[in-house]
């Protein structure tokens, strides 16, 4: 799936104490932007100063020059409102590229974080996490908190300290006249927390509805091949079709909370200023307040109502910004299962794989994939899982490469216990090749460099001529520098699988962890593979997760693995001799495989 629903509730639950955690600890983590903010805070400072000056300038051009007729004080206001508000205009312009500079320095480093420490991450943490929400995580949260880094911050800023100083200012002019202003105020404030309420709801609606309307289009293109094959296009266009409905009349319903919301605060700040210019009337009547003081009244009102609206609007942004953060900083605190322990021992050259009494629970699963289970693979043999499917195989091929942990037990590789090895030794003794490796966009040396970028030209040729593939490379289009485009779509299935091998022949490891492809190669890149495989192979330790009856008869050592557990363990004629797992499994291979 790729947006998560389950994001809603956790949204819903993020308490208040738990935001204030969270923005914390994202102020913290922008320190080194502090110089930014401090920059970005005066000219915040300055902007709204000068917001605030208009008003007070047309008061003292009315008082001082209008009414008593002085051309000079007139002229004099004019001149200063004009460069007040070229002011305003520049700072305005100055404070907006450095909050956002500030603001996208934060994010890049955020998406620096939290990639970094996806990429970190054992196979367990991907076990758990969907890729599609790992990429949620990067792109639908960050942008939530790009909103607020954006303009959020600077809306926060100027309008707290908007309503801060226009308040004071009111209140130096006219007390009278700020009570009045405020008489509207309870009545905003009550608009204001039902808006928050209504709009945070209706929030969280739009982007469940997002995440259903991109998950039902994410499975319509990933799942294109099948929906034709059984002619479901009509249903998933209907699937479609009503997610987008939903989408809709969730973004119409907000769109219809917000129109409320902008009515009441309009009418309320109508409402003040009709009361201000009837009881302001009277006041200059009466001689208690100047007219230009009433004017001015009436013009800072919106500097009162506009940050209302604005902070209550921004709430929700700081919301879901937190809600986001929460998330992302969910996976900076993820610690790798599969860690490096703090004193590495360096692993020897060779050596025998002992796994010992080792038991394995995948995370969530209600059974242990393993139980109990001892082997061992003795230097520069070869040993061939076999089972049923869902034994268990696969599970103890990885657990030997210290793909996971075990939960009991041991598994070591020259007397080291691999947990405490290190893991750049690791990765260099046990190479797992996977049954699909992985290519990337790039060339083919590229791809073949990935295993050991540091190696030399002379290394990888010899790696080549050693499994017998130079020259198979050499005469692809452009030989080692052929473009493999996205995840290899250039290259056949047989030759992405030579590239896995390649890769492991450059690493040179003591130990080679295969699970061997099911996928049917035709019989000439199937031999070319075979060959190169069975080069690879020489004078190493090799564990094969086996399909073929072939691989299973090279073997030296058979572990036939079900239910979770070693269930027979010897050579091929041992087995077939014990006329138990194997020997049956042999004449099912026998009757369906050629030899
Ligand atoms: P196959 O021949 O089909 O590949 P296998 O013998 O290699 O099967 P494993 O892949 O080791 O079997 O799986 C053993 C059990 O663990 C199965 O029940 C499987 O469903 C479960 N399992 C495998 N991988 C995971 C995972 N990443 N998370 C949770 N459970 C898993």
Redesign the pocket.
């Known amino acids: 799936m790729w947006a998560d629903r389950g994001g809603i509730e956790e949204d819903q639950k993020l308490g208040r104490t738990q935001t204030r955690v969270v923005l914390m600890r994202s102020i913290r983590m922008a320190g080194e932007f502090r110089r930014q903010g401090a920059w970005a805070l005066l000219l915040v400072t300055i902007s709204v100063i000068c917001t605030l000056a208009g008003p007070v300038l047309v008061r003292h051009g009315i008082d001082s020059g209008i009414r008593v007729g002085d051309a000079g004080a007139l002229n004099f206001t004019v001149v200063m409102y004009l460069v007040v508000v070229a002011i305003a205009y520049v700072i305005g312009r100055i404070q907006y590229v450095v909050l956002n500079s500030a603001g996208e320095g934060f994010l890049r480093l955020l998406r620096i974080r939290v990639f970094g420490q996806m990429q970190r991450q054992s196979?367990?943490f991907f076990?758990r996490e969907k890729a599609g929400v790992l990429v949620a995580r990067m792109t639908a949260d960050i942008e939530s908190m790009a909103e607020l880094v954006q303009w959020g911050l600077m809306q926060f800023l100027s309008s707290f300290l908007l309503l801060f100083f226009a308040l004071f200012l009111l209140l130096s002019m006219s007390w009278q006249l700020t009570l009045i202003s405020l008489l509207v105020f309870p009545f905003l404030i009550a608009a204001s927390v039902k808006f928050q309420r209504d709009s945070n709801k209706a929030y969280l609606e739009v982007r469940e509805k997002v995440g259903a309307n991109l998950s039902a289009l994410q499975e319509g293109i990933a799942g294109v091949r099948v929906i034709q094959a059984y002619a479901r296009e009509d249903e998933q266009i209907r699937r479609f079709e009503e997610s987008n409905r939903a989408l809709f009349r969730s973004h119409l319903h907000s769109i219809k909370v917000t129109t409320w919301y902008f009515g009441v605060i309009e009418f309320a700040g109508i409402a003040s200023s009709a009361l201000i210019i009837g009881i302001g009337g009277w006041l200059v009547h009466r001689g208690s307040v100047s007219l230009g003081t009433v004017v001015a009244f009436v013009l800072l009102l919106a500097s009162l109502f506009d940050p209302v609206q604005q902070l209550s609007q921004l709430y929700n942004t700081l919301q879901s910004a937190a809600a986001a953060l929460h998330k992302l900083f969910g996976i900076l605190d993820a610690q790798p299962d599969v860690a490096e322990s703090d004193n590495p021992i360096t692993l020897p050259v060779s050596g025998d794989v002992v796994v010992d009494a080792v038991t394995f629970t995948?995370?969530?699963?209600h059974?242990s994939?393993?139980s109990d289970v001892s082997v061992t693979l003795k230097a520069g043999t070869r040993l061939a899982?076999v089972?049923?499917?869902?034994?268990?195989?696969?599970?103890?091929?990885?657990l030997m490469a210290r793909l996971y942990d075990p939960e009991v037990g041991t598994v070591s590789f020259g007397g080291v216990d691999l947990r405490s090895a290190s893991l750049d030794d690791l990765r260099r003794r046990i190479v797992v090749i996977p049954q699909e490796g992985f290519l990337f966009d790039g060339t083919v040396r590229d791809n073949l460099l990935i295993a050991k970028p540091e190696a030399t030209e002379e290394e990888l040729i010899n790696a080549l001529n050693k499994i017998g593939l130079r020259e198979r490379f050499e005469s692809l289009p452009d030989g080692l520098e052929t473009q493999v485009r996205e995840r290899g779509s250039r290259l056949s299935a047989g030759e992405r699988q030579l590239v896995a091998l390649a890769r492991a022949a450059l690493v040179d490891p003591a130990v080679l962890v295969l699970?061997e492809a099911t996928s049917n190669l035709d019989p000439g890149t199937e031999m070319l593979v075979e060959a190169a495989l069975e080069r690879l192979m020489v004078g190493r330790s090799v564990i094969v997760?086996a399909?073929r009856l072939s691989t299973v008869q090279r073997a030296d050592v058979i572990a036939v693995?079900a239910d979770?557990r070693i269930a027979e363990m010897g050579s091929h004629d041992e087995l077939v001799a014990l006329n138990g797992h194997y020997a049956l499994l042999a004449s099912t291979w026998n009757k369906t495989q050629p030899h």
């Open positions: 196979m367990a076990d995948y995370a969530g699963a059974r994939a393993l899982l089972g049923p499917t869902g034994a268990g195989k696969s599970t103890l091929a990885k699970d997760v399909h693995v979770s």
